[in-house]
């Protein structure tokens, strides 16, 4: 019990001196608002739902039918048509100077072999420079057209009703669970907590260090009686109570903000986050082992984050890279730690559930501790 | 009397390059104990050594009372330690400051309470307890630094270059500040290459390439470097009189200049008389050559040649 | 004094706060590799791993019919590479249910029992289509592909049913929409990626930079030393923004280079007009960076802002990833002050739309301009204040 009092004793003072230090430089509110501001703006922003899309029709056949295919553009959510026209001339002008992204093409000869039962093509132009954007607009027009040619047909069907008689036909019923309207921001919310933590314990802290390192601050440390091992816990345990915090006001104001759900235990979100939190507290120590001015450490740290962010399924579905880069996602920590607060907030995993990931953070988190403490141990003697 | 420091044989060598030569010295409690030398004689290596900073490769030393060999830990919790890059962290307070470097060293929140204004007292930062420390002076900063260092009460300060960049008025503070210290009974052992400073160290070691070439009190190093007392000759022409009287060296012994002063160890008693003619000769307005005591600088610069020369 | 002789001596001034500066980044060989190696890493990662294109999405289904039409329709979900069926074995509700839960499955696909016998006798089949919303973008294409591909499965059926009853289905009229992209044909992601990324890598480098710079030098106490000097606070900034207006420069080519040589980026514009906008930028990045750094007064602090103030907006707000278009209407006002918006707007359009449509980019040109100089007017009187 004594040994334990003697460990914390010196910690306590690195604590002490790191949160009155992050006070004086207003550090500890930054801390705090930035992750909400930044969470309140993925959540508002991080939308994967393409909406309010300029489109433009151009209807050279003006006839009844084109008119009620046109009709069916107004008043959706997906798009926001800024002109109609009949004059073909204009679409290139349009889309080369992005007043418009897509445009249906409607041609002479719609209406006329519509009547015929002929096969009636109609144009559906996109400007592919935004590519993803690109690909679900122009499914999404062409879901519109094939509705309106199942009613064509549908109607032309109930007028041969009386010749054929009842027709079977399968229809589907849609049950979206956990989130049930499809919320951008009930995703996206969760994610953010992982990006959030790896800012604060990684980034931020790798900086702290890397300040002591330049200032000569560490080198007045190691000739106390103090170990590696207490500066580093005097160091991290006021990022880790910052993180946690961090977690609760994020879950509180989105909460609030957005409705986010939040389906599971709340301790066991931050139990599990523990795990994330030493997982980037030892990177960012050893960042700063590495690194020899806070710049480096900061650009070391950013490279480190970027990979973080694009290969955690954040905001890519993993399934969809490329299969080396589908390897590469199983050393990025923060892949773990998605599914993890994802399904605690909108499934409500338990723990045995999520096991796997748990163990994954845990054998990682264990691997980079031991090297950042060792690299620190070998560059404070 | 109690010995504080003892090194014996202390070495070490980094791949080819020896740093410390097998350096042996004793220091006794609550003395000032200084290292002079050039940068690069060896002189932060020791200390670093001694500090449990650094493992020597061989010998070993003890201080207050442990090896530094074998229980680094227990000699780091006797001892103060100021580097020559010390840091304070200038968003906290002179008192916060303090109270950090005294729990890191392991007092209780109740002792730093108690030390707190002692220390103070010691360095003589009464009443300004509360402000930060990135707001003092620079001299000030330094004995916040030296404060810091002898937060938990450690029976030897080990002192690096502590008045680096200090104006002289500051510095003689300093000085007594860390007299006072001595008297008190704390070892204090200080690196310097400032030549008017070593004069407050009560025995001084004169360190070259790794080695301790001389070691005593102020006196002792003088007739060590010495056998006569110095001519001094003030002259208009210090650079031709130098070249002179540097031609003439066999005959009358070694010159060095010192700003419009002429220095000349004597070889014989002769040697006044004939520097004096010599000069005459070639019409250099001169001040008749006097005898005076050697400084701390003519008698390193001396023991520095004689070393160099022996090799 | 006639002008000339004034200017070449400012330069004079400037020229030793430029080589200082050169220095300080070349020496960092570490942040220098970084400066030039992560525009091509990040470009390699953003061009592979940014897709919303879904494939292969990860499908259970139970099949409580068990005939030979429903093993046809369970057949035509995985034929076209939409959906990938997860274990054919795991036919119980239950397992389905746990898979979803446990991120096995994103979709599950229910075949109500009696479903052949129904569509024999007519009547209208109701098949459920149950999502995993923790995956919004997954699912809400996952449920559109499974919509089309019953529709089309129905379609097939009534129309074997209307042949069945002797009307010849050719006469039933399809209106076909005929796909065609301009400018991407391909819709290649990397065409998107690479002008955005150009305006994030200029923002990390410039904003971030410039904005230690300052504080750098204040914290380890040279900056007094440069303010004792003749030299003028406009001159100490010049000759620091001149270093990152060059590095810049060095990596917008590296991106324009890899871009166009390896992942084969069309580059329909002109140099000029990538070069005019690519200054045009750096002011703003750059002014915003020497605005954050004088007013913080530790690195720490500085990147804080850094990425809070320039960084992050230029990613989420600029329509580098997410479209403008889908954003709430508040959130697209704010975007109207992000410059990135702007310059990422005009990047893609010189690299992939012809010349002439470039004519049309002189409001993105007269924004950055005036944000550009609002920047540095601002940041040169802050800097000037802050000397003083």
């Given at each position: 019990m004594?040994?334990l009092?003697?460990?914390?004793s ?6 002490i001196?790191?949160?009155?230090e ?10 705090i608002?930035a992750?909400i501001?930044q ?7 991080a ?7 300029p ?14 295919l ?6 959706m959510?997906h798009f926001?048509?800024?002109l109609?026209t009949?004059?073909?001339q204009?679409?290139?002008k349009q889309l080369?100077?992005?007043r418009?992204?897509?445009?249906l093409?409607?041609p002479?000869?719609f209406?006329e ?9 109609v144009?559906v132009?996109g400007?592919?420079?935004d590519?993803?954007s690109a690909?679900?607009?122009?499914s ?10 199942g ?5 032309k069907?109930?007028?041969m ?5 009842q027709?079977p036909?399968?229809?589907?019923q849609e049950?979206?669970?956990y989130n049930?309207?499809?919320k951008s921001?009930?995703?996206?919310v969760?994610?953010?907590i992982g990006l ?5 314990t990684m980034?931020?802290?790798s900086l ?17 009686p ?6 580093i816990?005097?160091k991290?345990i ?8 961090d977690?609760?006001v ?17 301790l066991?979100l ?14 960012g ?6 690194s020899a001015?806070?710049q480096?450490?900061m650009?070391s ?6 990979p973080?962010?694009?290969l955690?399924?954040?905001l890519f579905?993993?399934?969809?890279m ?6 590469l996602?199983y050393?990025?920590?923060m892949r773990y730690?998605?599914?993890i607060i994802?399904?605690i907030?909108?499934?409500g995993?338990?723990?045995?559930e999520?096991?796997p ?5 845990f ?5 980079v ?8 141990r070998k560059?404070?003697? | 009397?109690?010995?504080s ?7 070490k ?12 010295f004793?220091?006794?409690k609550?003395?000032i104990y200084g290292?002079?030398?050039?940068n ?5 290596t ?11 490769t061989?010998g070993?030393a003890i201080?207050?009372g ?5 229980q680094p830990?227990?000699?780091k ?9 010390f840091?304070l962290?200038p ?9 950090f ?6 007092l209780?929140?109740?002792?730093i309470k108690k030390?707190?204004?002692?220390v103070c007292e010691?360095?003589g ?12 002076p620079?001299?000030l900063?330094?004995?916040?630094a030296?404060a ?6 450690p029976?030897?300060?080990f002192l ?5 960049g200090?104006?002289p008025?500051l510095r003689?503070?300093?000085?007594e500040i ?5 008297f008190s ?31 005593g009190t102020i006196?002792e190093?003088k007739?060590?470097a ?10 208009d022409?210090?650079?031709?009189a130098f070249?002179?009287l540097?031609?003439?060296k ?7 200049v ?7 160890v004597p ?12 000069l ?13 005591e050697p400084?701390m ?11 160099e020369?022996k090799i | 004094?006639?002008?000339t002789d004034?200017?070449t001596r400012n330069f ?5 706060v ?6 300080h ?5 570490r942040s ?9 890493v990040l470009?390699?990662l953003y ?16 099949d ?7 093993r046809?329709l ?9 959906f990938?069926l997860?274990r054919?074995s ?8 746990e898979?979803l839960?446990?991120n096995?499955?994103?979709?599950i696909?229910v075949?109500?029992?009696?479903m052949?016998?129904d ?5 209208t089949v109701q098949?459920q289509?149950i999502?995993?919303?923790?995956d ?28 069945s ?10 209106i076909?929409?005929?796909p065609r ?6 819709l ?7 002008p955005g990324?150009s305006a994030i890598?200029m923002?990390?480098i410039?904003?971030?930079?410039t904005?230690?710079?300052v504080?750098r030098?204040?914290?380890q ?11 003028k ?11 990152y207006i ?5 990596d917008?080519?590296i ?5 166009i ?7 329909r514009?002109?140099v ?7 200054v045009?930028?750096?002011?703003c990045?750059?002014g915003?960076g020497?605005?954050?750094s004088?007013s913080?007064?530790?690195q720490?602090?500085?990147?804080i ?16 990833v997410?479209p403008?278009d889908s954003?709430?209407?508040i959130?697209?006002g704010i975007?109207y002050?992000?410059?990135?918006r ?8 010189i690299?992939?739309k012809?010349?002439?449509d470039i004519?049309?980019l002189?409001?993105?040109?007269l924004?950055?301009?005036v944000?550009g100089?609002f920047f540095?007017?601002a940041s040169?009187?802050?800097?000037r204040?802050?000397?003083?």
């Amino acid at each position: 019990m004594g040994n334990l009092r003697d460990f914390f004793s010196p910690v306590k003072h690195v604590m002490i001196k790191e949160v009155t230090e992050m006070k004086r430089m207003k550090i500890a509110a930054f801390l705090i608002v930035a992750p909400i501001l930044q969470a309140i703006v993925f959540g508002f922003v991080a939308v994967t739902d393409i909406k309010n899309v300029p489109t433009m029709i151009c209807d050279e056949d003006n006839s009844a039918l084109s008119r009620a295919l046109t009709d069916k553009f107004f008043n959706m959510d997906h798009f926001r048509v800024v002109l109609v026209t009949h004059d073909p001339q204009t679409i290139e002008k349009q889309l080369g100077s992005n007043r418009a992204r897509v445009c249906l093409r409607i041609p002479p000869d719609f209406g006329e072999n519509i009547r015929k039962g002929k096969r009636a093509p109609v144009q559906v132009i996109g400007d592919g420079t935004d590519s993803n954007s690109a690909v679900q607009t122009m499914s999404r027009v062409q879901l519109v057209v094939a509705a309106f040619s199942g009613e064509v047909f549908e109607k032309k069907l109930a007028a041969m009703k009386s010749v054929v008689g009842q027709l079977p036909s399968i229809t589907m019923q849609e049950r979206v669970w956990y989130n049930p309207e499809l919320k951008s921001a009930n995703v996206m919310v969760p994610g953010v907590i992982g990006l959030i933590l790896a800012i604060v314990t990684m980034v931020i802290m790798s900086l702290s260090i890397v300040r002591e390192k330049e200032s000569g601050n560490i080198e007045q440390m190691v000739v106390t009686p103090i170990t590696p091992a207490q500066i580093i816990a005097g160091k991290i345990i006021p990022y880790i109570v910052i993180g946690l915090i961090d977690i609760c006001v994020v879950v509180v104001t989105c909460g609030i903000i957005f409705k986010t759900p939040f389906e599971g235990s709340f301790l066991l979100l931050l139990t599990l986050s523990l795990f994330m939190i030493l997982v980037n507290l030892g990177i960012g120590i050893y960042i700063s082992t590495i690194s020899a001015t806070q710049q480096q450490a900061m650009f070391s740290a950013i490279f480190f984050l970027m990979p973080n962010i694009l290969l955690s399924g954040f905001l890519f579905p993993i399934k969809n890279m490329p299969e080396i880069l589908q390897w590469l996602t199983y050393i990025i920590p923060m892949r773990y730690y998605m599914v993890i607060i994802r399904g605690i907030f909108l499934k409500g995993l338990g723990f045995m559930e999520l096991l796997p990931q748990t163990f994954a953070l845990f054998v990682y988190g264990a691997v980079v501790f031991a090297m950042a403490i060792k690299a620190f141990r070998k560059t404070v003697s | 009397m109690e010995t504080s420091v003892k090194a014996e044989k202390l070495q070490k060598r980094f791949d080819k390059f020896t740093a410390v030569d097998s350096i042996s010295f004793e220091v006794e409690k609550g003395e000032i104990y200084g290292f002079l030398g050039a940068n690069g004689a060896g002189k932060t290596t020791t200390i670093r050594m001694l500090c449990g900073l650094l493992e020597p490769t061989s010998g070993d030393a003890i201080v207050a009372g442990y090896s530094i060999k074998k229980q680094p830990e227990e000699v780091k919790k006797r001892l103060g330690y100021m580097s020559q890059k010390f840091s304070l962290y200038p968003i906290l307070t002179v008192e916060e400051n303090i109270s950090f470097y005294g729990g890191i060293y392991g007092l209780t929140d109740e002792e730093i309470k108690k030390r707190l204004p002692e220390v103070c007292e010691a360095v003589g930062l009464n009443g300004l307890e509360k402000r930060l420390a990135g707001d003092m002076p620079g001299g000030l900063k330094q004995r916040i630094a030296l404060a810091c260092a002898i937060a938990h009460g450690p029976e030897i300060v080990f002192l690096d270059e502590p008045t680096a960049g200090v104006d002289p008025l500051l510095r003689r503070r300093f000085w007594e500040i860390i007299d006072s210290l001595a008297f008190s009974g704390v070892t204090v052992f200080v690196t310097t290459h400032y030549m008017d400073e070593v004069e407050n160290c009560h025995r001084i070691a004169i360190m070259h390439s790794g080695r301790i070439i001389s070691e005593g009190t102020i006196p002792e190093l003088k007739k060590a470097a010495f056998v006569n007392h110095l001519l001094e000759v003030e002259t208009d022409s210090p650079v031709r009189a130098f070249e002179l009287l540097s031609e003439a060296k066999d005959s009358i012994g070694e010159t060095s200049v010192h700003g419009a002063m002429l220095h000349v160890v004597p070889k014989d008693p002769a040697t006044a008389a004939a520097v004096d003619r010599m000069l005459s000769a070639a019409g250099i307005a001169h001040t008749r050559p006097e005898q005076v005591e050697p400084t701390m600088e003519d008698v390193f610069v001396r023991l520095v040649k004689r070393e160099e020369g022996k090799i | 004094m006639t002008s000339t002789d004034k200017g070449t001596r400012n330069f004079k001034r400037i020229k030793p706060v430029f080589i200082k500066e050169v220095l300080h980044i070349v020496r960092d060989t570490r942040s220098l590799a970084i400066a030039l190696l992560a525009p091509v890493v990040l470009l390699v990662l953003y061009a592979y791993a940014v897709t919303f294109d879904i494939k292969r999405i990860d499908l259970g289904v139970v099949d409580y019919d068990d005939t030979a039409m429903s093993r046809e329709l369970t057949a035509k979900f995985t034929a076209n590479g939409y959906f990938e069926l997860h274990r054919a074995s795991m036919n119980s509700m239950e397992a389905c249910v746990e898979a979803l839960r446990i991120n096995k499955i994103k979709m599950i696909i229910v075949i109500p029992p009696g479903m052949s016998s129904d569509v024999k006798s007519s009547k209208t089949v109701q098949i459920q289509a149950i999502g995993d919303g923790s995956d919004t973008n997954t699912v809400s294409i996952g449920l559109g592909y499974a919509n089309a591909t019953i529709a089309q499965f129905s379609r097939s059926l009534l129309l074997a049913q209307v042949r069945s009853r002797g009307i010849n289905p050719k006469s039933m009229p399809v209106i076909e929409p005929v796909p065609r992209v301009w400018y991407n044909p391909d819709l290649k992601s990397i065409n998107f990626i690479v002008p955005g990324l150009s305006a994030i890598i200029m923002m990390l480098i410039s904003a971030l930079l410039t904005s230690l710079t300052v504080v750098r030098e204040r914290e380890q106490n040279t900056f007094e030393q440069l303010v004792s000097t003749p030299l003028k606070p406009l001159e100490l900034m010049i000759g620091k923004l001149v270093t990152y207006i060059v590095l810049c420069l060095v990596d917008v080519a590296i991106i324009v280079a890899v871009s166009i040589v390896w992942f084969k980026v069309p580059f329909r514009g002109s140099v000029l007009t990538l070069t005019v906008f690519t200054v045009l930028f750096l002011f703003c990045a750059l002014g915003l960076g020497m605005i954050i750094s004088s007013s913080v007064k530790s690195q720490q602090m500085a990147v804080i802002g850094t990425a809070m103030g320039t960084l992050l907006p230029s990613i989420l707000l600029s329509g580098f990833v997410f479209p403008i278009d889908s954003m709430p209407a508040i959130i697209r006002g704010i975007s109207y002050v992000v410059p990135a918006r702007y310059f990422i707007t005009a990047l893609r359009t010189i690299f992939l739309k012809a010349d002439a449509d470039i004519a049309s980019l002189w409001v993105e040109a007269l924004y950055l301009f005036v944000f550009g100089m609002f920047f540095l007017i601002a940041s040169a009187r802050r800097f000037r204040k802050d000397l003083e």
